[in-house]
């Protein structure tokens, strides 16, 4: 079996073993992760959406903003928008076309300083920003859910045409560009509620497919075992191809177990 040792085979061989150990220690494992994670999330949401709103001061004390044993929580607080420190969320996508999504601080009749989503809005083609329908101006109540903040790993934020603009919805990058102390954590309006724009759905990245994360992990498997078989394809074929007739006819026989 020299042939195994020429450069070519070495790196067939070498690519295929990588791939497999590829598809079996990380590829797979991910997705089923994501799918744990999926179901997770879903559950914690089918959950907060059985019990009705409370008071955010009930679940949060005031500056301790939104932990993950809190989010997705429905919570009701009264207040006012403050547009003026408004920012953007770039680079959304809403049934196919670009958008930002818009957070406003809210200011609760007890002081507390909240980031609002309102949602999204549609950027026509070639707008730097899109026209953006203001809050109101008077006092309001709002339910809405708790969400942890988003990371962007550069942490940028852009000043243009007289909005902050993110590339994550994370309270502490909007606190630090307008100088408020926003509590960590935001509150993310449902349809309906005074100053909501475009509804964002509830866990959009969980509204797939069921088992879409389950079956990607599965093909991982099948293309592990796909890629070991074609391996033991062409090296039989190879092997056969590098002996005389006689000789591939007793190889057939021993590697098809018959060679007695």
């Known amino acids: 079996m020299r042939f195994l040792l020429r450069p070519g085979w070495v790196a067939l061989i070498v690519a295929v073993v990588a791939f497999v150990v590829a598809c079996y220690t990380f590829l797979a494992p991910w997705q089923f992760g994501r799918e744990a994670q999926r179901a997770a999330q879903q559950q914690a949401i089918d959950a907060a959406t059985d019990q009705p709103p409370v008071p955010l001061a009930s679940l949060s004390e005031p500056g301790a903003g939104v932990s993950p044993e809190i989010e997705w929580r429905q919570v009701e607080v009264t207040g006012r928008y403050l547009p003026d420190a408004q920012g ?31 949602g999204t809005v549609e950027t026509p083609s070639g707008a730097v920003t899109p026209d953006i329908a203001p809050p109101p101006t008077e006092p309001v109540t709002i339910t809405a859910r708790l969400r942890v903040d988003q990371t962007d790993p550069e942490q940028r934020v852009l ?8 590339y994550a919805v994370d309270s502490r990058l909007l606190g630090t560009a307008t100088g408020l102390d926003l ?11 005074p100053g909501v724009l475009g509804a964002i759905p509830v866990a959009p990245d969980a509204g797939g497919a069921p088992f879409t994360n389950l079956s990607y992990a599965l093909q991982w498997i099948t293309f592990g075992v796909i890629a070991l078989l074609a391996l033991g394809y062409f090296i039989r074929l190879e092997l056969l191809q590098r002996r005389g007739p006689a000789q591939r006819s007793d190889l057939r026989r021993a590697l098809a177990g018959d060679d007695e």
Do not use: K
């Open 88 to 118: 953007l969320v770039r680079l959304r996508v809403v049934d196919g076309r670009p958008a930002v999504e818009v957070l406003t601080p809210f200011r609760t009749t007890d002081g507390r300083l909240l980031t609002v989503d309102r």
């Open 183 to 193: 509590e960590p954590g935001w509150l993310q309006l449902a349809a309906g509620e």
């Open 159 to 166: 000043t243009e045409a007289g909005y902050q603009q993110l």
